[in-house]
């Protein structure tokens, strides 16, 4: 199994949190306070407050996630700071595999537009945690303004990352079909998707008898 049930439920609870945030964020940066949302309309709770209230749970979840999954997140860490020989080859294939499935080879648990999507998302989303609490517990000046920037800043940064993300995992792209079983459905992948887009990864876990997939078929996952 690629992902046991622990990561799975924390990363449900990341990217229900983290969308909701950036569903209400974006409608508040844009001015739109005044205007209530349908989420606010539906909850009849203000964007302004429900921004705060899923903010604070998003901070709880990263804590909670540290302190109980501590060797989860050497893991993580380790892997997604890991970048290998053979790497750019794996990038310069990357637009045409997206379509192809063809990609370039790599032996991390992470592909690397996985490892720098991973660095992107944790610089940015503790920036925003870390400035969020700033902005709900600093009431004005100069303090403020910092923290109201950096919110700002990393909001930008952390979007288009976060849709890109969306569109892999969903799997709605040729490359990258079947991908979403990982995190979903039991984390029990195929074994050609799991080739496919984990090759080194998929051989270590298969030789270790914990090949992450579904289905065997002469000594090996049946594809």
Known sequence: MRNPRPARWFHA???????ALLGTGWWLLLGREGSPSAVARAT????????????WA?????????ALGARGW???????????????AWFRRWPAAVLTGRFGRH??????????????????LLALVASGVGLALVSGGPVFVWFARVHRVATWVVTPVVVGHVVVAAGVLPGYRGVWRAMHGGGR????????????????ATARGDDGTSGRAGGRPDA
């Open 13 to 19: 609870g990341l990217y229900v949190t983290v969308l």
């Open 44 to 55: 009849g709770v203000p964007d302004a407050e429900l921004h705060t209230v899923t903010g």
């Open 58 to 66: 998003l901070a709880g979840l990263v804590v909670v996630g540290a």
């Open 74 to 88: 050497r893991t993580f860490w380790r892997e997604s700071v890991r970048f290998r020989r053979g790497d750019g």
């Open 107 to 124: 032996e991390g648990r992470f592909d690397p537009g996985q490892r720098v999507a991973n660095l992107v998302l944790v610089v940015t």
């Open 189 to 204: 992948l195929r074994v050609r998707d799991a080739e496919r887009v984990w090759p080194g990864w998929t051989e270590r």
